[in-house]
């Protein structure tokens, strides 16, 4: 049994401005979360920054 997830971020670094950091979604395959990703590169907000994703794993009824 899979016992990870799997996120689904957003972040740009802005210099002397707060930072973006935003949580997408949390999927239960890489696949579906790179799907997401595909999806929302060419949208407004992404579309200038396609660096800004990242996928990371986590492992269910784990401490992080």
């Not at 210099?15 to 997401?36: C, F, H, K, M, N």
Request: net charge negative.
């Amino acid at each position: 049994m899979n016992t990870n997830v799997y996120l689904l971020w957003f972040v740009q670094e802005r210099g002397q401005r707060p930072d973006i950091e935003l949580l997408i979604g949390v999927y239960a395959t890489e696949s579906d979360a790179r799907a997401a990703k595909v999806r929302l590169c060419d949208k407004p907000g992404f579309v200038d920054y396609t660096a800004g994703f990242q996928i990371e794993a986590y492992e269910l009824g784990q401490d992080h």
